[in-house]
Structure formats: C-alpha cells, structure tokens
C-alpha cells in the first residue's frame, strides 16, 4: 500500500476500502493489517471510513440472533471457495 500523501494515495486509499471488512473480521495476514494499521494511523479520510464500518458491523452484531459459524466451518468453507475459483481459472 502507498502512504499517505504520496502520489498513489488514492490507490492506497481504494485498497483499504477492498479489505476493510477482512481487516474488522481480522481476516488479513498480519503484514496486510500491519499496513492498514498504519495507512489508516496516517490517514483522516480512510481512518474515519473504517471507524465508520467498525461501528456499523458492531450494531448488525448486536441486532443480529443468529450464532457465528464455527472456525471449521469457516475454514472448509474459504477452501471450498480457493478450490472453486482455481477451477474457474484453469477453464
């Protein structure tokens, strides 16, 4: 990711808002979220989007009724999603 003020900022900036939900769920790698870290820490703009979506996702959880899926299920899931898109690329 570019950093603030650079001449890819925006670039920077379109990237933190393709991963902002991995990086609330805790999905990245740690370097990714290493770098939103610190994108958003140097960024207004990006910083204010991704409190915005933090809050957002906390009201669906606390309206929401229905259980979070299992870790396994998740993961077998995600695999199923990898493979699947494998394919889709081989054909």
Sequence with gaps: MNRPGSEGNETACGAIRKVVYEFLDAELAPSESDLV??????????????????????????RSTIEQAPPELRDRIRA??????ERRHQT
């Excluded at 610190?38 to 606390?62: D, N, W």
């Design 37 to 62: 870290v610190t994108h958003i820490s140097e960024c207004p703009p990006c910083a204010g989007y991704v409190a915005f979506e933090r809050a957002f996702l906390a009201i669906v959880q606390r």
């Design 80 to 85: 199923a999603l990898v493979r699947a898109d």
